[in-house]
């Protein structure tokens, strides 16, 4: 796709963007502020631009009249970029543009990492743990009555050098007829051992040559929302994904509420019928969307949490969320995936994610095999941020490990205009630094409903850098703007005004949001910061850091740093691998050492409890500032706070 | 039991029975004939006999006069012994003794041999695959976080020496209720592995301690008869024993005629699950017996035919029965018990034997394990002798082996009035060598209905070694007797008229029917001797001979003999094992060691299609006599045709 530039006066800011971007967001990336109360909705026309330059796709609504339209005048939120641009902002009042620079921060998104095929075949390390091999067999005759299990073993032998195979009853039973289908000729379904020194297993035959057609699936079982992805086995390409929320939120958003459901009579049943569900519901999808058939499916993969994985395989939870904490299991046994009430060939085996504890789980494991930190050098922090974060520290040679509760804030809960990532959230934000206007922008471009958890450290960043609030997350009661309001005795900063949202109420973030993000983020720091002190490090040691899961995809870096959720580390150190459990599952169907290498991974893995970590509260209640009790350790925004004479 | 010494006059026999045993039965052990059409129901009353020292229990009925009473006459067949006694046999005509002993040679059936647990115990050899371990855990505290799994498996380690162990989901899913039940005191079962190197399985958890209760089920499914026994692991006793007809056996008599059956639609699935029911109701049975916990039965050891597996283990069999008669497989996975419908915990793995060919199967294997053959340097020669006969001839360094179709006669099958050893059935015979008055004794002692397979043996072999029918199974047609007579053109003698039956039709064996009992028995002869001469050997190399399967344990050795069913042999060296299938199943679940071993031995075997040999026509054509055409295979037997101047 084409990228064209757009520079923004009279802000000195140029950005590249894709071809059909609106202005509105290319002037959030290049950290232009424009006034946007509605989201991108079109319908406040705040939003006005001059073009100076070049020409836009749409932009021109009723908003508008017709001499503006005729001098240039368009709806940065409805204008959408097809040449470069040099468009104007018209500020309302005279500031000098050193002051307009303080408005917004360019945004800076982590680099997304991908798992490189390429790389893997190139190591030799694509080998995935299901194979096929197609063979035309001598039919028996009066001088070679060989059994047939016996005669496909010995011909996989004989023209595959395959040794040591074992054969299941499912499969036994197959051969006699399969066999027979096309004379003779059949392609037999080989599964690696994950151990060496155990016997290849050979889970499938069918008549003639299928070589060609063999697959995986791979499963992130989120507490919220579920993944699964197709993948080509010969390629190694992922063919299909669908996701669909986990259909247990109906008994509970988080772990803690799930495990009182199972602990019910029943709920333990009801809650793993559900899941399987949902995995059931992905697979069909998978299935029907790519027109395979779904005896060509080989091998399954899944990563979850520890309580979800339990609640997967039907293993009482009661005792994670009861002191001292215990999981049943962190290992878990190959099972076959029609046991389970999956539906897919009776062949086929379930491959499920260890754990490191009851809330280090799978998904964290898989993070770590499937972003390659299992065998990478750099000294890296691995974080996946939701309601639980989970903390890996660590390079190949070690790990250690933790995870801490966050709360609900990151996901919206307990944010009083809180709400997930989804169409209608306000998911970035600047604000006019003399006229305290908002720019919001929501996802889908349309009238805010809510506040995403990027959108509210977006919100909270920015208010908190523009002297809005302060350190304590108070609102500054100085400031001369209506939307600054105190209401029964809390103060609230109005994002946009109810005749501008889908839902007919101001929208607001209250100092009580602010504080329970701060909570949030303070945990956070504070656990991370509490691990890598049990092992002696400091930030300035790592050699970068990973954030994993739906979190990290949007979280503007520097605004992060500023509330304090991240150490103050060069944004180019920080990597995003996306949904890292849904990885690990795709790395684990396409190569069997990944398979072998995670046992080892999780015994090079320490898990440290920071409830029973005593420096962890004193870093918890420092933690509980923006950016921290000792803005030391933020020395660019200590720079930055002063340079606006908001700290000395 | 107390013995008693019994001696028939005017024959010179003496012999040892049991207390309460028959007069009748006493004089057939002993080789005196006493005439007795009615099978010893009490109903000819010609079985008189004259106590001359002594008295019995019974033996007077109104057959008898008051002054035959008062002399001592006594109906043989309703007399107990209770005592030493003298028996005078009233002869009809004055014959010298040499002729009266040469009416009925003495029983002589198989030592009997059973396995024997204490040289096991004393060889180290007691290693059940299935042992229980308890342990008292640590429970988890704030320092100690293990998960339920590691920490069970890590004290086995600590308390047990167990290393390398797996767990199963479904006992993963038990572990963590289970272990705090008796707060932290449980008791691990451990299957152990097969081959070397692989891991111990923990199958099962239970709270507190019940290591003193662990059981075992062995099982042979025979075509006709499915047997089931219950063995206490901890003594290696076996406890109960159940028998049942096998179900299918409405579905066709013989193995083809099953196979047929499965190959229609829904065949297959319908004769596994009558042997499903059948093994169901036979644990049934050992369970409400024993009075034992079914949670406590460890696992289960299966033993059969081919086709029996097959039909077992639901995998078709059509290919057995067609030329080049292929089985699907001849080694079998430990297969989880419930997912082949069998009753027991989801615990239980069972163990199904491996089988050779499609006509050698698992009952011969487990019957070469049961019987020690497998580690015997006695070259023996096995034989299992039913419908099909299966041939073994080896020592514990080299097995060959062969199977050939008998038909049906041995279990009463192609025989006019032939019949399953069951009640009625005439199962041992002498004859009056100068009125050709028969004596029939029947299986329990009442009117006879039939023949027995031995007794159909014991019939021909009296017939022939007493001049009645010749070497081609021709009466004498010059014998003046009621009893030979010719029914449209066919010989045949009149074992007991229709008034002394209890069928109300004369009870007569034919021609036709001695006809069919020599192509059987020529069948089995030429078929070992086929072998033999396949390998080198002739029979006069052989060690022993082990005769395996119901039709063992009551045939008459000489009889055997006589007819050319057997090869002339010490009967010394004759063995009889009883149900080697059920007792290799037995062995199989005691001790480990035999599960290991019999893998090599099923290596070590190997098969000969006898079809495909071209000697073995010859050899059967050569066996169409009485014994043999070559007489000089039997000189015992030639001696005394001679010495009766029945041969040259």
Redesign the interface.
Known sequence: MSEYTVSFLPYAKKIKVKSGETLLRAALEAGAHINASCGGGGLCGKCRVILEQGSVEGGITEKLSPGEREKGYRLACQSKVIEDLVVRIPVESEIDSTFLDMAATARKTARITEMNLDELKEQGLFIPPVEKKYLELPP????????????LVSFLKLQHNEHRM????PV??K???VI?KENFKVTATLARPVQS??KTRIINVQPGDTTDRNYGIAVDVGTTTVYAQLLDLNTGKALEQFGEFNGQISYGEDVISRIMVAEKPEGLEKLHQVIIKNINSLIRKLIRKSGIDIDEVSTITLAGNTTMTQLL????P??IRR???????????P?DAV?LGIELGDHVTALVYPAI??YVGGDIVAGVMGSGLYRSEELTLFLDIGTNAEIVVGNKDWFACAACSAGPAFEGGGIRFGMRASKGAIEDFSIDPSTWEPMNVTIGNTLPKGISGSGLISIVATLFEMGVINSKGKFNRDLNTPRIREIDGIFEYVLAWKDMTAIDRDVVISEIDIDNLIRAKGAIFSGFMTLLAEVGLGVNQLDRIILSGGFGSYVDLEKAITIGLLPEIDAEKVIYVGNGSLMGAKMSCLTNRIRKDVVEVTRKMT?F?LS?TNSYMDQYVAALFLPHTDINQFPKLKQRLKSRSLIQ
Do not use: C, F, Q, W
């Not at 028996?140 to 005669?151: A, E, Q, Y």
């Not at 002191?323 to 046994?333: E, F, M, N």
């Open positions: 028996p005759d009066k001088d070679d009555h060989l059994p047939d299990v016996t005669r074992a054969v299941s009853l036994i039973r051969i006699p007829d027979r020194g155990r395989l039907k293993i009482n009661a005792y002191s001292p904490y215990v999981p049943a299991a962190t290992l878990y046994p099972i046991s504890s009851s898990n409890e029973e």
